[in-house]
């Protein structure tokens, strides 16, 4: 039967009833009403185009926008910049000159800037109030219910850079969307603002673009900067009682998409894109006796799934959600590489979404170029160094210039390459990426350590976000976040390569100083203890996410638990959401479940906004921190999504840990297809208390160190004579597909 409703995107909730998708309807975004701050509307996106549905005055409001709308202009100021003379102005105690350079143009400028997109407007006066409003994750729908009986659904392809609407039960046929465009250019000059505020759109200093309407279109023209532009094309069609359209946004060409039809499969398209959803969500699954953290975890991994696809650029602050307040996105929407790129990618491994955690490399190769040309002329070194806080083709932004231009940005995001050649077991990225861009970071840290004395030292150091921008944040001696990332970039190259090659990186290793350490655990830095409490837990970065000490080493994790412990006497005043998320982390490497799942908690109820965004400040009264304010950025929801990985499943040395720090209350819980270093995925049981199974697929050639949670077992689908068994844990050596299932005995 084909009616001109069947045809329409309103089949649409009937086709998906019939999957089985891992989130279930609890997990489900569900309102009473429609949010009326664009940063709580509902979230759709497919990691090119994104869209916050929500309700401004009467109007249903689509804010849309696209990854890749940035005005890319240079600031002039930091091509000007020279490491070595940085140093002699911190020596001079004259810091007021590089400031001048490197901190005060990021907020000087408007650009360059991750920009908006454009508005579309729907008047629903007519429909009475919004009686529900809900994002179906498993199928990445977003419908609006009507007090009338009118319906709308919105949703962005997961594959193609199209977005739809519709809307249903329409008395009205002369029922169009209304296109708004950026105030780019309202005869204004525009305040100033700051950074966290978000700027004022007329600083850019655009000309005015164009809006061409037609019968069933509009198109939009923006020009942007240096003879770049964009187009937003709206498109609709009205068929009887049912009004649907689609929209896209190009970037230096013309809008264009497949016309409007009316068949089985046009315009929605929808199979294709509920079939990308149903793989996705097929690729893991968790199951917690929390059902709060049950659903901020599905909530979190959803957005993953909608801001990350392996040829887009890689998540930014926001991603693909610009502000749509009248100003430029907090923080400019830029790549924050002193955590917040870093912490938005941690999820992906462990989920088995390899596919999307490549965004991350490929784009970290593609821009490699810029980063080795900026490496020579700031530091002067050989080898290979990343911005701290840079633009979407690689360039330097400047701005806190002890985090956004240090010496060991690259050491961090370096981590990724190895993570993604661990987990995949790939020879072929192994050798044709991971290896020649580990190389390159180590060459740069090579060179830049050189001391003469026997031990390597950087000429200035850094611990994020210490001191936040003045001078008293660079310090003359390693700081333990450096030191971490320093030691582990040398280990990192050491392992991919060759014995022979290896060794000289392992040597290179073995000159670095010990950590600086009192009573209390890990220090800031020889002379700075960690006494005050501060949202980047960047001197524990050894504990998580490099794992250069390992709890099961009995002088690590003293190291460890005295660390910890000393970050709960201090406090959280002065945290933002992610510090909660990556504290739980922290804890649950140190077998801490229960104070894991306490801020786990924490950060889901209070620090993150209704529509699960993490939105950096306390929202209730600020009950743990200091900081109430809201702009929102994406890192915490993801490092929150990892953080629950962390108690399921861990890796450490070559051995795979299952429900390392699961709490004991915690007695029914399970999880499916959890992936590990080696590229073996594991699933497990634990119920009435009990663990009861564990099961491994090996997707390459290698060996499984485990240790299971249970004394004793039996096993299936292996030959017992192919196990070695120790008291911490047993070996087996599996082939590529090869399972095997353990059963407490």
């Known amino acids: 039967m084909k009616t001109a409703v069947l045809n329409s995107l309103f089949i649409l909730m009937a086709w998906g009833s019939t999957l089985s998708a891992q989130p279930q309807i609890q997990h489900n975004l569900q309102f009473s009403s429609m949010p009326t701050k664009w940063y709580e509307g509902l979230p759709l996106g497919n990691g090119w185009l994104g869209v916050l549905l929500w309700q401004k005055n009467d109007n249903i409001r689509l804010s849309l926008d696209r990854v890749d709308l940035w005005d890319d202009r240079p600031m002039p100021e930091i091509d000007k910049l020279r490491f070595a003379w940085v140093k002699e102005q911190v020596l001079k105690n004259q810091y007021d000159t590089v400031q001048a350079l490197g901190d005060i143009p990021y907020e000087k400028y ?169 793989r996705y969500w097929s690729k893991s699954s968790v199951h917690l006796p929390d059902t709060a953290l049950e659903k901020q975890y599905y909530l979190d991994m959803y957005k993953f799934g909608s801001v990350a696809r392996s040829t887009t650029p890689p998540i930014s602050l926001q991603a693909i959600w610009t502000a749509d307040n009248g100003n430029l996105p907090p923080w400019k929407g830029d790549y924050h ?78 981590q990724h390459f190895y993570w993604q050649w661990r987990y995949s077991m790939d020879r072929v990225f192994l050798k044709q990426k991971a290896q020649p861009y580990l190389r390159e970071v180590a060459q740069h840290l090579e060179q830049i350590t050189r001391n003469g004395n026997g031990l390597r030292k950087l000429p200035l150091s850094s611990s994020p976000e210490v001191f936040n921008n003045s001078i008293k944040a660079w310090f003359l001696e390693f700081s333990n976040h450096d030191l971490a990332l320093v030691k582990n970039a040398f280990a990192m190259t050491a392992l991919t390569l060759k014995p022979t090659e290896a060794k000289k990186w392992e040597q290179v290793e073995a000159e ?20 005050h409490t501060h949202r980047h837990h960047a001197h524990l970065m050894a ?50 479940g229960e104070k894991a799942v306490d801020l786990l908690k924490k950060f889901a109820s209070n620090f993150c906004s209704t529509n699960s965004f993490h939105v ?8 743990y921190s200091n ?116 059963k407490r005995k």
């Open 543 to 592: 504990i998580y996410p490099l794992k250069v000490l390992n709890y099961a080493k009995e002088n690590d994790r003293m190291l460890m638990e005295k660390s910890l412990d000393q970050l709960e006497k201090v406090g959280t005043r002065e945290w933002t959401g992610y510090s909660f998320a990556w504290a739980a982390c922290l804890q649950a490497q140190a077998k801490r």
């Open 337 to 414: 590489h002193d955590l917040n790129t870093q912490l938005s990618y941690w999820p992906g491994y462990t989920a088995n979404h390899l596919e999307l955690t490549a965004s991350y490399t490929n784009w970290l190769w593609q821009t490699s170029a810029e980063n080795k040309h900026w490496t020579k002329q700031y530091f002067g070194t050989d080898g290979l160094n990343v911005p701290g806080v840079n633009t979407i083709s690689g360039k330097a932004m400047g701005g806190w210039i002890q985090y956004s231009m240090s010496p060991t940005t690259s050491a961090w995001v370096a």
């Open 110 to 278: 408007a650009a360059p800037t991750k920009i908006p997109g454009a508005a579309l407007e729907f008047d629903c006066r007519a429909f009475g109030p919004v009686k529900s409003a809900t994002v179906d994750i498993s199928l990445a729908l977003a419908t609006i219910e009507f007090s009338n009986g009118v319906r709308m659904n919105n949703y962005v392809h997961a594959t193609e850079q199209i977005g739809f609407f519709g809307f249903e039960n329409l008395k009205d046929p002369s029922f169009i969307p209304e296109l708004l465009i950026p105030n780019y250019n309202t005869g204004k000059t525009g305040s100033t603002g700051n950074s966290v505020e978000g700027q004022s759109l007329e600083r850019l200093g655009y000309a005015k673009g164009s809006v061409e309407k037609k019968a069933n279109s509009i198109r939009y023209h923006q020009p942007t900067w240096d003879g770049h532009y964009y187009e937003v094309l709206v498109e609709w069609k009205q068929i009887k009682q049912v009004l649907i359209g689609q929209w896209t946004i190009s970037v230096d060409r013309a809008a264009s998409m497949p016309p409007l039809i009316e068949s089985a499969d046009e315009p929605t398209r929808w199979p294709s894109h509920l079939e990308w959803w149903q």
């Open 627 to 742: 900081f109430t304010y809201t702009p929102f950025t994406l890192e915490g929801n993801f490092a929150f999504a990892q953080g629950i990985h962390e108690l399921l499943l861990q890796y450490h040395d070559g051995i795979v840990e299952v429900f390392p720090a699961v709490p004991d209350r915690w007695t029914d819980v399970s999880f499916t297809n959890l992936r590990t270093e080696g590229a073996f995925l594991v699933s497990a049981l634990k119920k009435d208390g009990v663990a009861q199974s564990v099961s491994v697929v090996a997707e390459q050639d290698g060996a499984l160190k485990i240790k299971l949670p249970f004394p004793s077992w039996t096993m299936s689908n292996f030959q017992p004579k192919r196990i070695k068994s120790s008291i911490h844990f047993i070996e087996l050596n599996l082939k590529k597909g090869e399972k095997v299932v353990f």
């Open 512 to 531: 670095l100083p010990d950590f600086a350490q009192t009573q209390t655990g890990l220090s800031i830095a020889p002379g700075f203890l960690f006494e």
């Open 616 to 623: 950096n400040g306390d929202q209730k009264g600020g009950q």
